[in-house]
């Protein structure tokens, strides 16, 4: 289960004092249970929706996905909408974990290493914390439910607070433009992955195209300053 640390809790000063996980597309490979959900949902109202139409609400909040979808035929209210969706991929993670390359390595390493890691999700809480629990390794768990969701900086410097760490010495992964917007307005350093979406390069952003182009040493290079381009000694 996740770990919140009491008010009075404060993490040792370390490089990263934490990294703060995005999940879906990210960490595991749920975006094509996710447009499955779409397309079922919307055909089974007599429309049609595509891989690509699925792939420009990569990154988007729930309620906006949902109301995406009512626009184009879905005649449910939206958390009803919601609930089919989470619930679908929900099922899938249950049956397995899709991980992305790389990723169950990269969680245990730095595990292993004793630095703290927080899950920040649009995704709502019922498929967030099954996912963390089978995880195991996350000390908190930031919702799309419980929070102003991304682009907005809310979901990243809640995650911070709770874990009693300056966002500033944190290090946030995304794939989505939408939740590299969030992290970098945050104050995270800040690495985009590039999964589903091409990432444009920007002030500040580190672009890996895999995770398993992480490791601990490049995150304390991140953590110190690394950016596109400039390596730091």
Not at 62 to 90: C, H, K
Not at 126 to 143: K, T
Not at 169 to 191: H, K, M, P
Request: aromatic share 4%; proline share 6%; charged share 25%.
């Amino acid at each position: 289960m996740p770990r919140t640390p009491s008010a009075s809790s404060v993490a040792p000063a370390r490089v990263p004092a934490a990294v703060l996980w995005d999940m879906d597309g990210t960490l595991i490979d749920t975006e094509p249970m996710w447009i499955g959900a779409e397309i079922e949902l919307v055909s089974r109202f007599g429309g049609t929706w595509t891989h690509e139409d699925g792939l420009g609400l990569v990154g988007n909040p729930m309620l906006v996905s949902a109301r995406t979808l009512q626009d184009r035929g879905v005649d449910l209210p939206v958390d009803e909408i919601v609930d089919f969706l989470n619930e679908s991929v929900a099922a899938g993670v249950a049956r397995q974990v899709p991980w992305q390359p790389g990723a169950r390595e990269l969680l245990d390493e730095i595990a292993a290493a004793g630095i703290r890691m927080a899950l920040v999700t649009s995704s709502f809480r019922m498929l967030a914390e099954p996912f963390a629990r089978a995880a195991g390794c996350f000390d908190v768990v930031v919702s799309g439910d419980e929070v102003v969701n991304k682009p907005d900086p809310e979901p990243y410097l809640t995650a911070a607070r709770l874990l009693g760490v300056a966002i500033e010495d944190c290090v946030a992964v995304e794939d989505s433009r939408a939740g590299i917007t969030s992290a970098l307005a945050s104050g995270a350093r800040t690495v985009g992955v590039e999964v589903f979406q091409a990432i444009e390069p920007r002030p500040g952003l580190v672009r890996v195209r895999s995770l398993t182009e992480l490791s601990i040493e490049r995150l304390e290079r991140i953590a110190a300053g690394e950016r596109d381009g400039v390596e730091v000694a």
